[in-house]
């Protein structure tokens, strides 16, 4: 290559690209309405001749959508699938989740159908939504309305909260049974003298044990140990076990010669944000940051009644408050603000949690931009670097809503719901959420 001339710019391969899909789409959605308009012509009454979903040779009897969805004839099915030119098994799975979306799913139906949500986002959803009640399912399709941008730990999380909101009773036996699971197994010893560890451990327990074997392993490496992290933390585990056997040798009593185990326990930061709901103890929902994921209430109170736990309240935070200090160094309730407002990375499509990530200045401290949480946004380390070596760049419209150009022209819109391509370069507004 000639380094004198210039490079070729990849928009225009771009933009192929992005009307290739586009026009990709369209025949899909087409194909979804004459799914639909089929499956109208051929609903049936009974469960008797009613198409359902097999595992393969053997017919479950469940139908190939939830419930509230139509019936359709098992026969007419077979037609339709050999049009289609799928397998029996994959086109009538296939068939079901587009009934899913259609009937259960109106709002993720009419996104696909304006060509705000790829089909292929959309029947994952259905895959996810096919075992819910009809209120559950009704909740996740609220919350998916424009659901271009939402990940798949995101929707997998939704789903969950949907069955701790609508069937209780139901997410607690599964809890109790699957803690009825939990182990700590050592396997037998190999010809090098090592031993396998399998354990199933009650998440916070288990977030408990990592931070103790990742802080014993970073004080072994600043004591001299040049191991690599793996083995220091294979170390550290092993002399948390010892600590638990010599725990008699830890600390007499100078009078009594009774001997006195000072436990640090747990730590437990709660961050309430008190609704109607809650006060009138309605709501079965909790978050936890760290797993990043609902849970229920008695999981809540059970982590709360273990033994040497140091529980610290947080007192209410207006996430929408202007508190600016002087100076370029951000203060910890900044930063606490900013994770509480935007959980994660606000590049297109970054999952990374906000905790993990940088806090960028939008507008540059040495500019005139401000140390204010109305200034400031979650960023990982990469995306970071984007921001501030490249082209990329970011408005705020409003609030918590952050409107990015690549370094081609391309735009994308980053809030709340996720990322969104703008393919109006224009339109930066918040589309109102249909009415309930």
Known sequence: MDLGTQPRSTAPVLSRLSAGIRARNDLLVDE?????????????????????????????????AGAGAPLVSEFALMELVAVLGR?????????????????????VYAAVSSGRLAPWR????????????????????????????????????????????????????????????RHFD????????????????????????????????RVLGQLGD?????????????????????LDLLIPDADTGEVV??????????????????????????????GRCPITTAQIREWLRARHSTIIVRPVIDLADHVPVTAYEIPDRHRTRVILRDPTCRFPHCTRPATRCDVDHHQPYGEGGKTCPCNLVALCRRHH?????????????????????????????????????LHDTSDTSDPSPPDE
């Not at 996740?140 to 009773?169: I, K, Y």
């Not at 396997?187 to 090098?192: A, I, K, L, Q, S």
């Not at 040049?226 to 010599?246: C, G, H």
């Open 122 to 181: 959309a029947e994952r959803i259905a895959d996810l939504t096919h075992g819910l009640c009809a209120e559950a399912a009704g909740f996740v399709d609220r919350q998916l309305w424009n659901a271009s941008g939402v990940g798949w730990a995101q929707l997998e999380r939704l789903v969950t909260e949907a069955v701790l909101r609508f069937d209780p009773e139901r997410a607690e036996a599964d809890r109790q049974k699957a803690s009825d699971h």
């Open 261 to 290: 185990a000072t436990v640090p326990g747990r730590k437990v930061v709660l961050n309430i944000h008190l609704t109607d709901t809650t006060l009138t103890g309605h709501n079965p929902v909790g978050r936890w940051d760290e």
């Open 385 to 421: 670097r984007a921001k501030t070596h490249s082209t990329w760049c970011y408005d705020t419209p409003m609030p918590a809503t952050y409107v990015w150009t690549s370094p081609n022209g391309f735009r994308f819109r980053v809030d709340h719901r996720g990322t969104h391509p």
């Open 186 to 217: 050592l396997g037998d010893v190999d010809e090098h003298g090592l031993v396998h560890l399998d354990g199933l451990l009650d998440a916070a327990d288990g977030y408990d044990l990592d931070l103790a074997v990742s802080r014993r392993a």
């Open 32 to 64: 979804w309405t004459a799914i639909v308009e089929w499956a109208s012509d051929h609903v049936v009454t009974s469960p008797e001749g009613a198409a359902a979903i097999t595992e393969g040779y053997l017919d479950t009897g469940v139908p190939i």
């Open 226 to 246: 040049d191991s690599s992290l793996d083995v220091r933390r294979s170390k550290a585990a092993a002399e948390l076990a010892r600590q638990d056997i010599a």
């Open 87 to 107: 397998s029996p098994d994959g086109g009538r799975a296939y068939v079901g989740r587009v009934i899913e979306c259609a009937w259960r799913l109106p709002n």
